[in-house]
């Protein structure tokens, strides 16, 4: 079953500008990451954020997590054309063992 | 270092036919994972080993999917038979050790169309 939900499904924007996903889950978790999926290609971790934190920045990443609102979001500042590619939210669930659950992704792209 | 190999990259049978996958993990990773992921939809954890032995495999389907890693290094999955269903990308990821918060790394997937 798909844990994450991310919003929206899929995002337009031109270089330079902002993008925003967002991620929300159903039960508690010990942290989140998020991943890239380039077309045709396997996933590239980008950021984990673990639950006792609120945000977290990577180079032009930002995450932040409330728990509370068991949601999460990613920002990608100043895209460019490169980061066009589909953003996936995975959890692990407490009661998981280790296993991380995906959501079906935002499909994001940045034109030049 | 040299990233998690896969293959084939693509593979056409029709159903109830046989097929399986390869994976080469990063050497030096004890963790091995297989995903499936259906067009549209993010991957599902298929199997998940430690070394040689399984640690999760709750939502492989065991009466045609199986996986083994006898020598807890590179790792086969079977379908057999194959179902239209089982269209998807195949992914097999590794990571160092057994835990969700170590990094994994996945390879490029191998793309099955059953006809």
């Known amino acids: 079953s798909q844990q994450g939900e991310e919003d929206p499904q899929a995002l337009s924007i031109q270089e330079g500008e902002n993008a925003t996903m967002n991620c929300s889950y159903k039960t508690s978790i010990n942290n989140l990451q998020w991943y890239r999926q380039n077309s045709g290609r396997g996933l590239v971790h980008l950021i984990l954020?673990?639950?006792?934190?609120r945000e977290k920045h990577s180079g032009r990443l930002r995450v932040t997590l409330d728990t509370s609102k068991k949601s999460s979001s990613l920002l990608i500042t100043a895209s460019r054309a490169a980061d066009t590619a589909s953003y996936f939210c995975a959890t692990d669930e407490e009661t998981s063992g280790s296993r991380l659950t995906f959501g079906e992704g935002t499909q994001l792209t940045v034109n030049p | 270092e040299a990233g998690v190999a896969q293959s084939p990259r693509y593979k056409i049978i029709e159903k109830r036919q046989s097929v399986a996958f390869w994976c080469n993990p990063i050497?030096?990773?004890?963790?091995l994972y297989w995903y499936q992921q259906i067009l549209g939809q993010g991957p599902k954890l298929l199997i998940q080993?430690?070394?040689?032995?399984?640690?999760?495999d709750s939502q492989l389907p065991k009466d045609r999917f199986s996986a083994e890693r006898l020598k807890g290094v590179d790792s086969t999955l079977k379908i057999q038979p194959a179902k239209l269903e089982d269209s998807a990308v195949y992914l097999c990821?590794?990571?160092?050790?057994?835990?969700?918060?170590?990094?994994?790394?996945f390879g490029p997937g191998t793309r099955l169309t059953v006809l």
């Open positions: 050497s030096g990773h004890a963790t």
């Open positions: 954020i673990r639950s006792n934190e």
């Open positions: 080993f430690q070394n040689n032995g399984v640690v999760d």
């Open positions: 990821a590794s990571s160092r050790e057994w835990s969700s918060y170590n990094e994994q790394f």
